[in-house]
């Protein structure tokens, strides 16, 4: 590795949910005109939030600050039927930008609930995901971070069971505590490997990869992103010092003391626009070689509400989504 170099990790930045989610924001916004109302932060970051804001969007905390009729677009990480049904009975019209990997997770709540099983869900309480997951079944939902909550579980181990995860966790992350589940329990069901999000695990197999091969890892990401906190926290685990960036402003040049090969990555609500700050300040400061990771090619896309569809033509335009600038690396390891 050459002295003064960046490695950008593949894939990185933008999922194919989040992008979802923003174009279907700046999709109403062109399609209803301003103000578009949001519940909660579309997407975990910052920068998308501002430029949102410029263009019209309007972010609440909740349904109910929403003025009766108007637009309100759902977060990507989904809500509970409770707030559908306030949102109803206020009249909004509702666009729901929930991951559809989170609604399958919904789906399969509601499904295990009917059968009579207890719902274990792997996941991280509070987190906004969870609390719309709890609310399809309040009452046979139990949320487990760890495997000691999986010892204090008060239930007969012959409890008819099934786990249920947050997407945005890994495999890597859910694995010992669904074993433990496993280990415990003897009429358990357990989730499909699509339950957990592609993008969470593959950002983090290639953090762990840039880790193994640098000095330092920065992973670009609001300090309130789950999965870009856990990116750092994987690139620590396999042995190299790692720091959160939420934009370039945010570098500490003390970092770079005795460093040679800096990996660079972004959590999955991480614009690319902030990957090219990023790497255009490391490169005024001698990091001025930027490669690109081998790494796995993301195809995934998940369509838009057909109620966006352009009303001439019966498709979905395409709109530039915010933040997103393609950054060309100087050659690839």
Not at 149 to 169: E, I, K, S, Y
Not at 222 to 242: C, D, F, I, K, Q
Request: charged letters at 25%; glycine letters at 10%; aromatic letters at 4%.
């Amino acid at each position: 590795m050459t002295a003064g170099s960046v490695v950008l990790a593949q894939p990185r930045g933008f999922c194919a949910g989040v992008r979802r989610a923003i174009g279907i924001v700046e999709r109403a916004l062109d399609l209803y005109g301003a103000p578009v109302y949001v519940r909660k932060e579309i997407v975990h970051n910052h920068y998308i939030v501002s430029e949102l804001v410029k263009r019209g969007a309007v972010f609440v905390d909740s349904e109910e600050e929403v003025p009766e009729g108007a637009v309100c677009v759902f977060s990507a990480h989904g809500v509970s039927p409770g707030v559908r049904t306030a949102a109803a009975d206020r009249g909004l019209e509702v666009i729901d930008a929930t991951c559809p990997l989170v609604s399958k997770v919904h789906q399969e709540a509601v499904r295990f609930a009917r059968d009579g099983r207890t719902i274990l869900l792997v996941g991280h309480e509070g987190h906004e995901e969870v609390e719309g997951v709890l609310g399809e079944a309040p009452d046979r939902i139990v949320v487990v971070e760890t495997e000691e909550d999986v010892r204090r579980l008060g239930l007969p181990d012959d409890t008819p069971v099934a786990v249920l995860t947050q997407t945005t966790l890994s495999f890597d992350e859910t694995a010992k505590v669904v074993e433990a589940l496993r280990a415990r329990f003897t009429d358990l069901l357990t989730p499909g490997d699509d339950d957990i999000c592609y993008a969470s695990q593959n950002r983090q197999n290639a953090v762990k990869d840039l880790a193994r091969r640098n000095d330092l890892v920065l992973v670009v990401g609001s300090r309130n992103s789950s999965n870009s906190l856990r990116m750092v926290e994987v690139a620590r685990e396999h042995g190299a010092a790692a720091h959160l960036v939420p934009d370039e402003t945010h570098l500490d040049e003390a970092w770079l003391e005795g460093v040679s090969a800096i990996g660079v990555s972004a959590g999955a609500s991480a614009p690319e626009i902030l990957v090219h700050g990023l790497v255009t300040r490391l490169a005024a400061l001698g990091f001025d070689r930027v490669e690109l990771q081998r790494g796995i090619a993301e195809d995934v896309v998940f369509s838009m509400p057909g109620r966006l569809a352009d009303p001439v033509t019966g498709r979905v335009p395409r709109t530039p989504l915010a933040g997103e600038a393609p950054l060309s690396p100087g050659g690839a390891v």
